[in-house]
């Protein structure tokens, strides 16, 4: 659908990322921080019926044009359900079937599945970002209005971005995530300084315990990843999340690590573990992503129970490639029981909210408040707790 707003502008909403040229996205998207919002990403989520209607992520995005050129975009999902967002909402949900409003269909911004900050519009350089913004949000009041759709919610915001959606009256919600930052660190060793003695120990035991096993962690970016590990990465993938039952998070589809490979292996890396009689098939491995200066663990699997193989796969060996390869940030993942004491203090991130429903807003603007105060305190008290070293903060 297609609609003339004024002589510089025309919006259309979009339910596949594929109708729009690659070109004309990633002009907007490669700027940014975040590898999440490119096509390839996007359209591989789609393509590979992993976010699709039949999945409860209906693709709804909204492109803005200027005659024929793409000035911006917001990736965009009429959302069913609230699983494989990582911000559960799922109380609203169960507070407004008490007072008798319809949650679902929501309005959802965010990569599907991936709980890692980096979510805004994407705006073309030398645009007035506060001038498009407010377009871009009048359509989807707009369109939310008619439609009946209870609430739009921007999950994992960019910190930048953040106060331009509150100057539109969105609410923030404060959640956090777990985050590495390189300190200055110029090898590994730099990077144990920063802990206790104690903690430091219990590193080193845990990295020894793989050795002891007979496993070596290769770290392999890009190019150099051979085609038969990214299906094997979907196998690990499954299995993991087939331990957890209904909360292993099974959301992306065999054929989606199939395409990384042909089209978007360039930001991937593999952290996989082979044994002294294999070089070839890795016993475990886990997957990540990197952009620039920034790193992002997705998943992880083994076929074994490995004394600490998920420590060093998911957090040792990544760090170690991190600092070797200019890595600044490095978010692992969701969760963060393991990731606290191996030095990812809790780092604020958050969501942004808008409601249609004058009750339900009304009562949930008042609760996100008091929340944010409690969780302000608990990103506090966690990093007061953090296993480093006096001299460290």
């Not at 300084?193 to 392999?220: D, S, T, Y």
């Not at 589809?253 to 490979?261: I, S």
């Not at 920034?294 to 992880?300: A, D, K, L, N, T």
């Not at 040792?316 to 030095?343: L, T």
Request: proline share 6%; charged share 20%; with cysteine.
């Amino acid at each position: 659908m297609v609609e003339q707003l004024q002589p510089r502008y025309s919006v259309a909403w979009i339910n596949k990322i594929a109708e729009v040229p690659q070109e004309a996205w990633d002009t907007l998207a490669l700027p940014l921080k975040t590898p999440f919002l490119e096509w390839e990403w996007l359209k591989n989520l789609e393509a590979s019926q992993s976010a699709t209607a039949n999945t409860g992520w209906l693709p709804n995005h909204l492109t803005v044009w200027r005659d024929r050129t793409l000035i911006a975009a917001a990736p965009l999902y009429l959302k069913g359900h609230s699983s494989g967002e990582f911000v559960f909402d799922h109380q609203w949900a169960d507070l407004a079937q008490r007072i008798g409003v319809k949650y679902y269909p929501k309005m959802l911004g965010m990569t599907p599945f991936t709980p890692a900050e980096g979510y805004r519009f994407l705006i073309a350089p030398g645009e007035d970002e506060d001038e498009i913004t407010a377009l871009m949000v009048h359509e989807i009041d707009a369109f939310c209005t008619k439609h009946r759709i209870s609430g739009c919610h921007f999950l994992y915001v960019d910190p930048q971005w953040r106060p331009v959606l509150e100057r539109q009256g969105f609410t923030p919600w404060l959640h956090h995530s777990y985050i590495w930052e390189n300190l200055g660190f110029n090898n590994f060793d730099d990077y144990l300084a920063v802990f206790n003695a104690n903690q430091r120990r219990n590193i080193k035991r845990e990295r020894k315990a793989v050795e002891k096993a007979g496993l070596r962690l290769q770290p392999l970016a890009g190019d150099e990843i051979p085609q038969s590990l990214f299906p094997l990465m979907y196998q690990f993938y499954a299995d993991t999340c087939d331990k957890f039952g209904w909360w292993g998070s099974k959301y992306l589809t065999k054929r989606f690590f199939e395409q990384l490979y042909a089209h978007y292996r360039h930001r991937v890396v593999f952290f996989a573990a082979y044994t002294e009689q294999d070089s070839r098939q890795p016993v475990g491995m886990s997957f990540c992503l990197f952009k620039d200066d920034r790193m992002y663990g997705r998943y992880w699997g083994s076929f074994q129970e490995i004394d600490c193989l998920h420590f060093d796969a998911c957090y040792y060996s990544p760090v170690e490639w991190a600092i070797a390869n200019g890595i600044q940030i490095f978010d692992p993942g969701a969760g963060g029981r393991h990731k606290k004491r191996r030095g990812f203090p809790a780092a604020a991130n958050y969501s942004l909210h808008r409601f249609y429903n004058a009750r339900l807003g009304q009562i949930l603007r008042n609760y996100i408040s008091e929340v944010n105060e409690l969780e302000q305190q608990e990103i506090s008290a966690i990093n007061a707790e953090l296993p480093f070293s006096s001299s460290n903060p």
